[in-house]
């Protein structure tokens, strides 16, 4: 994820607007107004210093974009209709452009206020809908038709008004009151009713109240052509419980003699698990604004306002925090307490407290507004608020609204139906509810790359090769201004890598011409540190040789990541540049656990590949630190080059996790490998595990973080960014081959991971990014933009997703914490006294090294039961460096 300007024309969140595309809220052509007819002029539009050739036509005013950044603006709108929401309609047809469209309004343009449409450049007309909010006395548009060259005609501009049809007020929750108790149970969670109110439940968990019904539940109906709240209080309700189901059924007759009947049932299912199945059936047609399915309030009559941590996965993650709060957006985006359903990335959401998690699950496809307030701003309950609501986000709600702008029907003798889960349970985070949406739920299917693996090797050779990526044995990090070419060493191991799978004999020859050029432009011995991908290994090193010096380069930058640490091992957060923003001044604390493993991650890698004792006790002691710190929290901070430290992200996640795992390889301590997980577990709420829109493209892929840029834009929320998730998976794949329990689980996710990012990756037909990884996915649309960035960051675990040699491969061998280092796969380890065996396969036909560090002088090495090529041994940090070709069985004596 990068800092983005709309200066750079792509960009972005929707800030102190919604988007509606091919909406159906409110009036339309009916009540439009004709802000601009460029049929019949100009109008005072002009364009900026990328537009050419700007003139009125008889279809409208006709333009060219010549570079990056085009738009054309216009004088102040004297016609705009007033009031709350101003939907402006752009009729427009454009070829040998892209796909981003931005309008911004008001009297001055900024970030803040803009909205984003995807064009289609076909050359077709067609018409593209904004929703603004009320535009002052004053305000002009500008559009942004592109975000680089095409051609373009805008013929008008219309605006209309959209009124809500209501906006419900809702009187403040009350406790429920138990005369009586019905009771189902499910391991530690038990749901208790009153036997007199449609919503008259707690939830237990463990003996502690956790949460509340709504007992003064309202449904909101048209009757007499005006807007009227039933209140369910007054409902005929029988409660009745046989055998292991507790049946409620509420009737009433509506003031128009529509006789309405709601049940629901009630039974346990899975360990810590509670299914309602609801319907709402009425003998009468009838149109409804407002139907709560689940209105839940956490901590009413209990705990409160007070909670550890909450999740609602995709859109907040929290500790003892508001959600929605302004620390990692401005206050124009704050408010998400309703989103749009695509932007959850598990249609879930939950809440711990006193040792506890209470929380509830349901189905995507039954589309409820997800409505989610920590403290409960609503109701003003003192308690918290998890709602499920009709009508949906779209034609008829906005987002982060309560008001609704249209009906939806319930047929004469049709009921709709809704299914739920509560979950409960024990725990000390929120992890356990993501364990258990996991348990219930399991994972998607892995996606698939049409075409399979030898696609997917054509796909990257495309942007190792072919993109704007690479000239001439140099590569750019990402294809976008302030990245230049550079010397990589990165890049010429992953082309041999695809040069050893591909069935294609020219493309192989082509990838390894490419990769010996590219030896020839690095320095010899600064094979490490060049790498144009996210997720670097030391594999270049035990290709290419130099590790003595590489280490050297490793153990300096070891060493002044050590300064930045305090003696309580925290990396304090100060901004080192007054002109940039301050991203630690919404944060509760000056520092964070993913900005501290930013740091900590490449001591630990200098140590786990050097072999140095000293800096091994010394990053140690750090991790130890981290744990004290920082156990049981939010991942959050990593980014910090963009977003606020306080911000959630899964780059944090990532970070900590290989800081752990890299701790257990060095010590065999359970604690670390324990600790490597829970941090696994903190990026699963980040990861579409539940599919969110049609298209190939959704499960798998990763939101960033839960913030906006620089607080403002782009709104990463409900917008994919991979390569972080990429890192993440990283991790993953370091964890799984260490975790006996739950590394299948780890290393299916971290597959999946890949295989989106393969599909994201932008197509062989697209000249200049062929093969790069977009630095950002539209999901709803389905279209890769943004930077494109280097191949080896999907790569550099594409060989696990699809079952071929891995890229590179570490192994703890014994109790005495010998590490094996191989660019290749390490399998069957076996120990006997003082030997160690195990086979190494690898992909390369070129001899390699293998480091093992933490080994004396005196041992000694067999490679298929001979000598090897060459041994050497590192006297400085006590390893030994193995030069092999091959596949075969090394053993490592007297150890």
């Not at 209709?81 to 309008?103: L, N």
């Not at 072999?611 to 049981?632: F, M, P, S």
């Not at 570490?810 to 006294?833: A, K």
Request: charged share 20%.
């Amino acid at each position: 994820m990068y800092n983005l300007g709309r200066s750079n024309g792509l960009i972005f969140g929707i800030l102190l607007i919604a988007m509606v595309w091919g909406s159906t809220l409110g009036a339309h052509a009916d009540n439009s107004v004709m802000l601009f007819d460029f049929r019949e002029g100009t109008h005072g539009w002009t364009g900026n210093h990328h537009i050419t050739g700007l003139e009125a036509t008889n279809e409208g005013i006709a333009f060219e974009s010549t570079g990056n950044d085009p738009w054309i603006e216009g004088p102040p709108v004297i016609n705009m209709p007033r009031g709350d929401r101003v939907r402006i309609t752009i009729r427009m047809k454009s070829s040998d452009g892209d796909s981003s469209g931005e309008i911004f309004y008001g009297p001055s343009f900024s970030a803040e206020r803009q909205g984003r449409f995807f064009i289609q450049s076909d050359g077709d007309w067609h018409e593209y809908s904004i929703l603004l909010p009320e535009q002052v006395p004053g305000s002009r548009l500008r559009i942004d038709p592109a975000a680089d060259t095409g051609k373009f005609v805008v013929a008008w501009i219309k605006a209309d008004l959209v009124q809500p049809l209501i906006s419900p007020e809702f009187s403040p929750a009350k406790p429920v009151v138990f005369d009586k108790e019905i009771d189902i149970v499910s391991g530690d969670l038990r749901y208790q009713h009153n036997g007199a109110d449609w919503d008259g439940y707690a939830l237990w968990v463990a003996d502690e109240q956790m949460a509340m019904g709504h007992t003064d539940a309202e449904i909101g109906v048209m009757l007499d052509g005006g807007p009227q709240m039933i209140t369910l209080k007054d409902a005929d309700i029988q409660v009745e419980k046989t055998a292991d189901v507790l049946n409620i059924e509420a009737k009433f007759t509506d003031d128009d003699g529509g006789q309405w009947i709601l049940q629901r049932s009630i039974s346990a299912d899975k360990t810590g698990t509670i299914r309602v199945h609801t319907s709402v059936s009425v003998n009468q047609d009838r149109e409804v604004y407002h139907l709560p399915w689940l209105s839940l309030f956490p901590g009413l009559n209990t705990y409160g306002e007070v909670k550890n941590q909450a999740i609602l996965p995709g859109i907040d993650y929290l500790e003892n925090e508001p959600s929605s709060s302004m620390a990692s957006f401005n206050a124009a985006q704050a408010d998400r307490r309703i989103v749009e359903d695509f932007k959850l990335t598990l249609p879930m959401m939950a809440l711990q407290v006193k040792d506890r998690y209470i929380g509830v699950l349901w189905n995507r496809e039954a589309m409820p507004a997800t409505i989610f307030d920590s403290p409960d701003r609503v109701f003003n309950s003192k308690a918290h608020l998890m709602g499920l609501w009709y009508p949906a986000v779209g034609d008829l709600r906005l987002e982060n609204e309560l008001s609704v702008f249209g009906t939806f029907p319930i047929q004469q003798g049709v009921p709709l139906e809704f299914e739920l889960f509560f979950l409960g349970g024990m725990g000390n985070s929120i992890v356990p509810a993501a364990q258990h949406y996991i348990a219930l739920r399991d994972t998607p299917d892995l996606p698939e790359l049409e075409g399979g693996f030898q696609q997917a090797i054509r796909l990257l050779a495309g942007g190792w090769l072919d993109s704007a990526g690479h000239d001439d044995g140099l590569w750019r990090h990402a294809v976008w201004p302030g990245f230049g070419l550079t010397p990589a060493a990165d890049a010429p191991a992953f082309m041999m890598w695809l040069a050893h799978y591909t069935e294609d004999d020219a493309l192989a020859e082509r990838l390894y011409a490419a990769a010996e050029r590219g030896l020839e432009r690095l320095d010899p011995y600064d094979n490490y540190q060049t790498s144009v991908g996210h997720c670097s290994r030391p594999t270049p090193t035990l290709l290419f040789g130099n590790i003595a010096n590489n280490i050297q380069r490793m153990m300096s930058g070891a060493r002044m990541n050590l300064s930045a640490f305090d003696e309580n091992g925290i990396r304090r957060y100060h901004q080192p540049d007054p002109s940039k923003p301050d991203y630690g001044r919404t944060h509760f604390e000056d520092h964070a656990n993913g900005f501290n493993a930013q740091a900590l991650e490449p001591i630990l890698l200098a140590a786990t590949f050097s072999g140095d004792e000293t800096l091994i006790r010394e990053a140690l002691r750090l991790l130890d630190l981290q744990t004290h710190h920082y156990a049981d929290t939010v991942p959050r901070g990593a980014q910090t080059w963009e977003m606020p430290l306080h911000t959630p992200d899964i780059v944090g996640s990532g970070r900590l996790i290989r800081t752990y795992v890299m701790g257990y390889l060095l010590t065999g301590n359970e604690d670390y490998l324990e600790q490597a997980r829970y941090w696994a577990w903190t990026g699963i709420p980040l990861i579409y595990l539940d599919h969110p829109v049609e298209g190939p493209v959704g499960t798998y892929a990763t939101i960033a973080v839960l913030g906006a840029t620089n607080w403002v834009a782009p709104n990463w929320i409900g917008l994919p960014v991979q390569w972080c998730g990429l890192v993440y998976r990283s991790a993953l794949h370091d964890l799984a081959r260490i975790d006996p329990v739950e590394g299948a689980f780890w290393d299916h996710i971290a597959k999946g991971i890949t295989l989106s990012g393969l599909q994201q990756s932008f197509s062989l037909d697209d000249e200049e990014r062929q093969g790069l990884l977009p630095d950002f996915f539209y999901l709803r649309e389905q279209i890769s933009d943004g930077p494109a960035i280097s191949p080896g960051t999907v790569q550099a675990h594409m060989a696990e997703a699809y079952g071929k040699i891995a890229y590179y491969s570490v192994e703890r061998i014994n109790d005495d914490n010998v590490l094996v280092h191989v660019p290749g796969d390490i399998q069957n380890i076996t120990l006997t006294e003082g030997k160690a065996a195990m086979d190494i396969q690898i992909w390369t036909e070129e001899p390699y090294w293998v480091r093992i560090t933490r080994v004396n002088q005196d041992v000694d090495v067999q490679w298929n039961g001979n000598d090897p090529v060459e041994v050497v041994y590192d006297a400085t940090y006590n390893a030994l460096n193995v030069r092999l070709q091959g596949n075969g069985n090394l053993t490592i004596n007297q150890l």
